[in-house]
Nanobody, 123 residues
Framework: VQLQASGGGLVQAGGSLRLSCAAS????????MVWFRQAQGKAREFVAQ???????SYADSVKGRFTISRDGAKNTVTLQMNNLKSEDTAVYYC??????????????????WGAGTQVTVSS
């Protein structure tokens, strides 16, 4: 299984970026797909999830600014990030799991991880 994240970069505050996670070896429609991020010196934290049912959830810090979606035909998951803030600066990772609804979404529970992509927001 491989999860390949891409789309990171440098953007000014208030700008937008679109991250993609290309999956191979699994179908994004059969897994719950998650974006995490890790800022320098901080723990990895949950950002957004799209379950196999297409139900989405977000961290409070990104609600209304970020949108997670998936494309079954391309087997990809996308994170559209708008109105970016300096505090969004981090390495972003995509992950996959098959936990039941309501289970805690934490780093230890993920089945698969991709390499991260750096997002830097300048103020």
């Amino acid at each position: 299984v491989q999860l390949q994240a891409s789309g990171g970069g440098l953007v000014q505050a208030g700008g937008s970026l679109r991250l993609s996670c290309a999956a191979s070896g699994i179908s994004v429609g059969n897994y719950n797909m998650v974006w995490f991020r890790q800022a320098q010196g901080k723990a990895r934290e949950f950002v957004a999830q799209i379950r196999w049912t297409r139900t989405t959830s977000y961290a409070d810090s990104v609600k209304g600014r970020f949108t997670i979606s998936r494309d079954g035909a391309k087997n990809t998951v996308t994170l559209q990030m708008n109105n970016l803030k300096s505090e969004d600066t981090a390495v972003y990772y995509c992950a996959a799991h098959r936990l039941i609804s309501g289970a805690a979404i934490n780093v230890e529970a993920m089945n698969y991880w991709g390499a991260g992509t750096q997002v830097t927001v300048s103020s």
